[in-house]
C-alpha cells in the first residue's frame, strides 16, 4: 500500500512553516512589508526549494516586488543556517524565492467575473423595464 504523503511533500510542508515563521520573525527589513509563504517546491533530492510568497504592505508595482524578492534571496543563506537549526535533515535546501503570481490572477478574475455578472444584471433590468 503507497503512502498517502512523500517525503517530498513533507518536507516541503515542514520547509514552509519553517521560512514562514522565520521571515516573520528573524528577517526585520521595511522593504518587506508582511510576507506570505504560499507554497514551496522541492527538488526530489532535497538539494533545491522554491519558495513562493506575497507581500502585504507594500505596493505591488514591478519594482517594489523585484526589490523585496532581492532582499529574501540576499537572506536566503541566513534562512538556510536557521532551518538547519530547526530541522533535522542531514541536506538543507538551497533556497530560492519567488512572487506568487496566482492570487494576483485569482483577484483579477473575480473581478472580471464580477463585472460580467454586473453587466448582466443590468441587461436583466432593462429588458424588465
Known amino acids: 500500500m503507497a503512502r498517502e504523503f512523500n517525503r517530498t511533500d513533507r518536507v516541503a510542508e515542514q520547509l514552509q512553516r519553517e521560512v514562514a515563521q522565520i521571515i516573520q520573525m528573524e528577517v526585520k ?21 522554491t519558495a513562493y510568497v506575497t507581500f502585504l504592505g507594500i505596493e505591488e508595482t514591478e519594482k517594489n516586488l523585484k526589490q523585496a524578492l532581492d532582499v529574501l534571496n540576499q537572506a536566503s543563506g541566513f534562512i538556510r543556517s536557521l532551518i538547519g537549526k530547526r530541522m ?42
Do not use: C
Not at 527589513?29 to 532535497?46: A, Q
Open 29 to 49: 527589513d521595511p522593504r518587506l512589508g508582511m510576507v506570505t509563504v504560499s507554497g514551496v517546491d522541492i527538488s526530489r533530492d532535497l538539494y533545491y526549494a
Open 88 to 129: 533535522k535533515m542531514r541536506v538543507i535546501p538551497q533556497l530560492k524565492f519567488e512572487y506568487d503570481k496566482s492570487i494576483a490572477h485569482g483577484s483579477e478574475l473575480s473581478a472580471l467575473i464580477q463585472k460580467a455578472r454586473n453587466k448582466d444584471s443590468d441587461n436583466e433590468s432593462d429588458e424588465d423595464s
